[in-house]
């Protein structure tokens, strides 16, 4: 029996563009390109997936969200715990109850399609999502409402929150550069990471427009094993004084904490001869000394907004807009001040 997946392919469209055909959605698609969709269908006998439309209209009151960091993982992911507990407000206010459950990272999909069958779930919020995730693509085929927070990084239209990290990537350089810093590193996550692109890609943004340097040496994207942190730090206390990074954006809380740590090791006396910002806003950032400079992100806002959409979905409206960028607050603490000499 071809699927939803199937058609899309055939017909050299999208998931969701089948799906807003199929569905009557006449003023997401041109004319042409619904007679194409529909004459594919036809051709290949295609039958619309009816279990899940049958089970929206018996609301349970339920919004389902895949809670799948293990807890000892929490120290590199507290946002995570933050967004949950901002969620769960959200979903309560809403009038709703959220049902968490896990799912195994190689095999996302098993578990959202025995909650849909099962009549359990209005809907799902998901998180933590990848390029060309596979959950979005089957719950757009199945035509069950959802929202997601993060991006997939492809050409699926559907209804998403995130924060904006390349526009906060450009505010905190231009922060740095106005406090006279010349030479700022960035520390990344590797290139598979569609956030750490986007923040990436708000740093190259804020320093070509500044006219400032960009040092491959001080451009660096990792996983940052054990040991890494301090092997970067030496390498740039090794520079010449005079093309030593003064400054550096890091692209999490928890790496840029580690060199907070680490700075004094190797020379280095943050908020002095190195300035650091972080980006998420984790509550050990304003504990630790020197408290962290960070780009916080407003999860009560990104919840509540994940939520408008969600009912706009359950109700069958099209949002305007159906994406939100949410620009992050920076908040300015002893980790970062003007360059001063060794």
Partial sequence: MPTIKDVAKEAGVSIATVSYVLNDKLDMVSEDTRRQVLSTAREMGYRPNVTARNLQANRTGLIGYAWHIDPEELESSPMMAQFMFHLA???E?????????THPPDKPVDVYDDLIRSGRIDGFVLAETRQADPRVAFLLECDIPFVCFGQTGNEWQ?????TDGRAGMRQAVAYLAGLGHRWIAFLGWPPDSLSGNHRLRGYLDGMRSLNLPIEEAFLIRSDYPDGEIDRILQSWQAAPPEMRPTAVVVVADYIAIAVVRAAERHGFRIGETLSVVGFDGVPIGQIIRPALTTLRQPMQIISGALLDLFQDAVSGSVGDPIIRLIK???VIRES?????AD
């Avoid at 206010?93 to 459950?101: E, I, K, N, R, S």
């Avoid at 970062?336 to 001063?340: E, K």
């Fill in 89 to 91: 407000q959200a979903v």
């Fill in 93 to 101: 206010a809403a009038g709703y109850h959220m049902l968490t459950f």
């Fill in 328 to 330: 992050p607050e920076l």
């Fill in 158 to 162: 559907f209804p998403w929150v995130d």
């Fill in 336 to 340: 970062s001040g003007p360059p001063q």
